[in-house]
């Protein structure tokens, strides 16, 4: 008790967020692989805990039972080529399987059963407001609730194989590491939120927005490093956001600093999100000498911030080192140089004791020639950020509607094209008023559209294949889920003073309160029209498209007619972003409670034994594939 009195508010509700983010997500998924390019992290998670080498696949994932690689790997030679930043943090996970052994499904029912006393015990003892419910203590409440759900699933129970040589537990261990990092996105995004907006229930709104209109929650139920990727990035955008209100060297050294962490995991965007903040925070700090606010002895000490980027790519170096022989060649580009037929310096085969021999051998740089390390690094930058692919028609697929059929930018964030439309009108409106669009979050509001370019930037390369390839566009145009975030944020300071934002605390509770009903309601639905669910052919996307164009016309239409009219929010103002969110989430989740069965692989069923029988009794029925 003494430990959470000296706990502030804000931390509670920290982690009152990771709880229930670990809770719902735990809940609705099942750990299994979505895509085969999660072969590649399982298998460097089962060569890290076994202590193998992590270069070349040893044949637990991707390969036939008779050891000939799949063709995923053939096309590769056998080549592990991600970042094992993944595969590391994954590892606790792993060693938490090894400790439970044959039990840890039931390991992890139990913790899960506990979440809803915790979250009652927690904001019972922070919020003494919330701790009853009609006179019942929310304690009571919390503990009868997990007791239930722990007994109800015990009734149904069995073990994941954990004994066996093929048992999935790499899978198990990095989708649950996943569930992990999204929970904590969603403190991260908190934080960020309390910086940016007036009070605790804006910043838990705007928190809500971004589980529910991005893919994070869909990515935080697969072996994909995306989330992974989101988060670092969140922690970026945290620590700049400090910045630009304090001005404190530490800030900015911890935001280059996980920059670098960022080019570790996905050099791409890491690479172009370092040159596009890079060039803003020295203009910045030179906007600031400009105006004699400081001096220019202390504006190269502010730069320096600049050089902590090295120390926290060393992972990356590392990794490349370890992979390709050079520090400075990514595993990525130089699996597309060998393909390409350039020349290397230096190979060495795989000794034949590590694979089987029907698995294909592969070759990999190992060279300390200065010229060629400069003309890698060279080839790397050129590659991730001067190499520019556009085409109008790509441009608005991934915007709108992707040629693939699934979901483009706008109709995953709709709150962005919301933000978008109504912009010149708010600028106009705040312009009469003699106010800023951006009220006093101007530097942080172009902070973000610099970022959210800095992800346009890192795949401008491949925007054709992302509008027309189905692995590059599936279910959302996933290389552009890191832009999820600084887009709901950017939007929201542009909306937050428009009749649709103008009750934070109804907002919450209409949000919470219709999901409960609707989330259900839309997800029946949608498998009564379409009874055939295939993600090649996207029949359920229709109906979101549909739901999610409708809606965003309403909220523009309603925020012109009450900003027109001056007209104060009331009940019908506080309706519209309640509706997108829950719809956008509705989609996330169907996705989630409808793949895993049905798509995934080389996985295991639901986590949740309870969620397993209701898919199967209720669910399974009704649909094809």
């Excluded at 988060?231 to 910045?243: G, H, K, M, P, S």
């Excluded at 290389?479 to 934002?501: D, E, G, Q």
């Excluded at 498998?527 to 295939?534: A, D, R």
């Excluded at 996207?538 to 909220?555: M, Q, T, W």
């Amino acid at each position: 008790m003494r430990f959470f009195s000296g706990l502030s508010q804000d931390t509670i509700i920290c982690i009152i967020l990771f709880l229930t983010g670990l809770f719902i997500i735990t809940a609705l998924s099942s750990p299994g692989l979505y895509l085969n390019d999660e072969w590649i992290p399982v298998n460097q998670v089962h060569q890290l805990d076994i202590g193998h080498q992590i270069t070349f696949n040893e044949g637990k994932y991707g390969v036939y039972k008779n050891g000939t690689p799949a063709p995923y790997f053939a096309e590769l030679n056998n080549l592990l080529k991600y970042s094992v930043a993944l595969p590391l943090i994954s590892l606790p996970s792993m060693k938490l399987i090894h400790f439970w052994g044959d039990n840890f499904r039931l390991a992890l029912v139990a913790a899960w059963a506990c979440i809803p006393f915790l979250i009652a015990f927690l904001v019972s003892h922070r919020f003494p407001e919330y701790a009853s419910l009609r006179s019942i203590r929310i304690t009571i409440l919390g503990a009868v609730a997990g007791i239930l759900l722990f007994m109800l699933n015990l009734f149904v129970y069995s073990p994941f194989v954990y004994s066996t040589p093929d048992a999935p537990v790499e899978v198990a261990a990095v989708c649950f590491t996943n569930h992990v990092l999204f929970a904590f996105l969603l403190t991260i995004t908190y934080l960020i939120g309390r910086r940016i907006f007036d009070g605790r229930l804006q910043a838990l709104f705007v928190t809500l927005t971004v589980a529910a209109c991005s893919s994070y929650f869909f990515w935080g139920t697969t072996g994909k490093d995306h989330i992974a990727s989101a988060v670092v990035f969140a922690i970026v955008l945290y620590f700049f956001i400090r910045y630009l209100q304090s001005y404190r060297y530490r800030d900015a050294a911890c935001g280059f600093l996980f920059i670098g962490v960022l080019v570790w995991l996905r050099p791409e965007a890491g690479f172009s999100v370092f040159l596009c903040t890079g060039i803003f925070f020295i203009a910045v700090i030179l906007f600031r000498v400009q105006q004699s606010k400081v001096s220019v002895k202390h504006a190269c000490s502010q730069i320096s911030a600049i050089l902590f980027t090295g120390l926290g790519a060393i992972p990356f170096f590392i990794n490349n080192l370890l992979i390709t022989g050079n520090p400075l060649m990514p595993v990525l580009l130089y699996h597309d140089k060998t393909i390409s037929g350039s020349t290397i310096i230096k190979t060495m085969e795989v000794p034949s004791t590590i694979i089987s021999s029907q698995v294909v051998t592969s070759n990999t740089i190992v060279t300390t020639n200065p010229l060629v390390v400069v003309g890698d690094l060279i080839t790397t930058v050129g590659q991730y950020i001067f190499t520019i692919n556009l085409n109008p028609e790509d441009i608005l697929g991934i915007l709108f509607f992707p040629a693939t059929g699934s979901s483009g930018v706008f109709l995953v964030c709709p709150v962005a094209l919301i933000a978008l439309v109504m912009a010149p009108v708010l600028f106009f409106w705040k312009r009469e008023d003699g106010t800023s669009i951006s009220g006093n979050n101007t530097r942080i509001t172009v902070f973000l559209l610099v970022a959210i370019f800095a992800i346009f930037l890192a795949y401008f390369r491949i925007f054709h294949d992302m509008n027309t390839n189905w692995a590059s566009g599936s279910p959302d145009i996933r290389y552009f889920s890191l832009m999820y975030l600084p887009l709901v944020l950017v939007s929201m300071i542009l909306l937050k003073k428009t009749a649709l934002l103008a009750h934070p605390k109804k907002l919450i509770v209409n949000t919470a309160g219709l999901s409960i009903i609707l989330v259900p309601l839309i997800i029946v639905t949608s498998i009564l029209v379409f009874s055939v669910f295939s993600t090649f052919t996207f029949n359920y996307y229709k109906l979101f498209h549909i739901l999610v164009s409708g809606e965003i016309i309403l909220s523009i239409v309603i925020v012109t007619y009450y900003h027109s009219l001056g007209r104060k929010a009331d009940w019908i103002s506080d309706l519209p972003l309640p509706l997108l969110l829950i719809t956008v989430f509705a989609w996330q989740v169907l996705l989630v409670f409808l793949m895993s069965p049905v798509i995934k692989f080389n996985g295991y069923s639901f986590w949740i034994p309870g969620t397993d029988v209701l898919y199967h009794f209720f669910i399974s029925s009704s649909i094809s594939v």
